[in-house]
RNA sequence: GGGCCGUUAGCUUAGCUGGUAGAGCAGGGGACUCUUAAUCCCAAGGUCCAGGGUUCGAAUCCCUGACGGCCCA
């Protein structure tokens, strides 16, 4: 019941009655009050006047926010005021008001959301403020805020209660503004690109495009189940079959698996592909876009994360799953990495639970996440990935147990992963009837077979590369956040009774 | 799913080997026309997460559960 328990305290019946008070003199909750600017834009403009320039100003403004603190005296008070711009300061004299303004602004509280019209000036302290010349209470607060010195460190409240969290937090406020910012420049960049932005189904009959467990539901008047989509990739690939060559969505995938740091079952994908490009192409992008995201975030290339520093400006490194994982694990040889005894024995022996359907590519990617992963701090993309691990990639011209495929990795995290896609109908079936036999043996991470899809290949889809990138764990790197909740304004949290 | 840690006033927290809960902020009353963690005086505020157990006595020790955090799978 978390803080509906809390219902009961003086504070809240003191100010019950204030508020009946108010209902008392006439709409104790107007919306007859209008600003006329931001806190931030008076800053913005007033900030470089000195005091004496600022004493010919007579200009009227009117703000409204949240009242966040208050320094009452006996005729005159100072207090702050936060709106979605920032703070000013307020300067209320008695003698400046009309009638009993001064006495009624003296009963408000923190918290409560106000209405003020005044002049700027300086005070002796050289702070700008809003002389008030009348000052209205617009909504009553009833609920105190968090203390105004520690503000809110209860992990808990600050996530089941986001509000309170962003009417404290000048940092959390500014994380969910990057993460807008972030956003709103992807899609300004790829539309600058010419890729179209568009929506697939997030209710599909058939979960594709990844490996995952997928949530069900169901529709009633249609009486089937559905899953909420794990990835919008083979509804995307349609529309390249249909000839939207450029194309991209950015929206929820939900996964059914654990939380943790860097995992919530719903979050925000990027996934966008490309005709007539490979994979090397998308990596290429994906350079080029990162830099000038931590541009635009940030104002240089440079990006501080954890105590670590990454030159978004430099060239991503790249390099192959296999020389990675030996580049990691001096004591293999690259003769261990192809012998699928000797992979089982060196996997075991090193802690990972060796499935009897694993084979050769399954295992290595298994060790490259277990020994390597974690350690690949500055940007790098990993190429060359097993195909029995890459059921939707192309095959690599020359070694066809390879698929045209890249990871990019920061900050030992997946941030990305794309390829050329498998534009031939008949090798997607056949990858798709290994994975629907590994289904049924008991993988439930193993995808459907999806002959509608495979219908749509056959019709002829272009060559094509494709990229999806994790929208949440950019916004991490990009805020210099530790946790995947910090990022996403709800996070996933057990319901409370 | 496993391990460790946490939960005390609205918020931030103190509370040692068990002896009946203390502060700061917020709030209440009073003073104060340039304060900014405003200041000064006074008074008030607690289901110590929940349930069970040990004990003359439990916020404190033990068990179970809830929720959260971190680590691991």
């Known amino acids: 019941m978390i ?5 009961d305290n003086d ?11 108010l209902r008392e003199r006439g709409n104790a909750y107007p919306n007859d009050f209008r600003r006329n600017i931001l806190a931030q834009e008076l800053h913005t403009r007033y900030g470089d006047k000195d005091k004496e320039q600022l004493e010919t100003e007579t200009e009227k403004f009117s703000l409204a926010g949240r009242m966040m603190s208050r320094r009452v005296m006996g005729k005159a008070s100072f207090a702050h005021i936060q709106d979605m711009s920032g703070r000013i300061q307020l300067f209320i004299r008695r003698d400046d008001l009309a009638d009993d303004s001064y006495a009624q602004f003296r009963k408000w509280d923190i918290g409560d959301l106000v209405g003020v019209t005044g002049s700027v000036f300086r ?17 009553k607060s009833l609920r105190p805020l968090p203390e ?20 404290t937090s000048a940092t959390t406020r500014q994380t969910f503004q990057i993460r807008t910012r972030v956003i709103n420049h992807i899609r300004a960049y790829l539309t600058g690109c010419g890729f179209l932005e568009v929506e697939t189904p997030m209710m599909q009959a058939i979960p594709g495009g990844a490996a995952a467990r997928p949530f069900i539901t169901h529709h009633n008047s249609l009486d089937m189940d559905l899953y909420l989509r794990i990835a919008p990739e083979l509804y995307l690939k349609r529309l390249v079959v249909g000839g939207f060559e450029k194309v991209f969505e ?12 860097q995992h919530n079952p719903e979050f925000t994908m990027l996934e966008f592909y490309w005709a007539y490009a490979g994979y090397e192409d998308m990596m290429s992008l994906t350079e080029t876009l990162f830099r000038s995201l931590a541009v635009e975030v940030q104002g240089d290339t440079i990006v501080e994360y954890q105590g670590e520093t990454y030159d978004f400006g430099m060239e991503f490194r790249r390099l192959t799953l296999r020389d990675a994982v030996l580049a990691h694990n001096p004591e293999l040889s690259a003769g261990d990495l192809d012998d699928l005894d000797r992979l089982r024995n060196i996997a075991a022996g090193k802690g990972i639970e060796v499935k009897d359907s694993y084979g050769a590519g399954k295992l290595q990617v298994e060790l490259f996440e277990k020994t390597v992963e974690a350690q ?13 691990v890459s059921p939707l990639s192309r095959r690599n011209e020359a070694q066809p147990d390879i698929a045209d495929r890249f990871e990019l990795f920061i900050g030992g995290r997946e941030i990305a992963n794309g390829f050329s896609e498998l534009n031939d109908p008949d090798d997607q079936a056949e990858r798709f009837r290994i994975q629907a036999e590994g289904k049924a043996s008991g993988d439930e991470e193993a995808m459907h077979y999806d002959a509608d899809y495979v219908t749509a290949l056959e019709y002829g889809m272009p060559p094509t590369a494709g990229e999806g990138i994790g929208i949440d764990r950019l916004v991490m790197l990009l805020t210099d956040t530790a946790s995947i909740r910090d990022v996403i304004l709800f996070p996933q949290l057990r319901t409370k009774e």
Not at 11 to 21: F, G, K, T, V
């Open 250 to 261: 950015i929206n929820r995938n939900f996964r059914n698996e654990g939380l943790s740091l």
């Open 11 to 21: 504070i809240i019946r003191q100010r019950r009655a204030q508020l009946q008070a």
């Open 3 to 7: 803080a509906m328990t809390k219902d």
């Open 123 to 139: 005070t002796r302290t050289g702070e700008l403020s809003i002389q008030a010349d009348s000052i209205r209470l617009l909504a």
């Open 148 to 167: 105004k010195f520690h503000g809110l460190s209860d992990q808990e409240i600050r996530y089941r209660q986001r509000y309170l969290d962003l009417i």
């Open 376 to 388: 690949l701090k500055q940007p790098t993309f990993i190429t060359a990935y097993p195909v029995e």
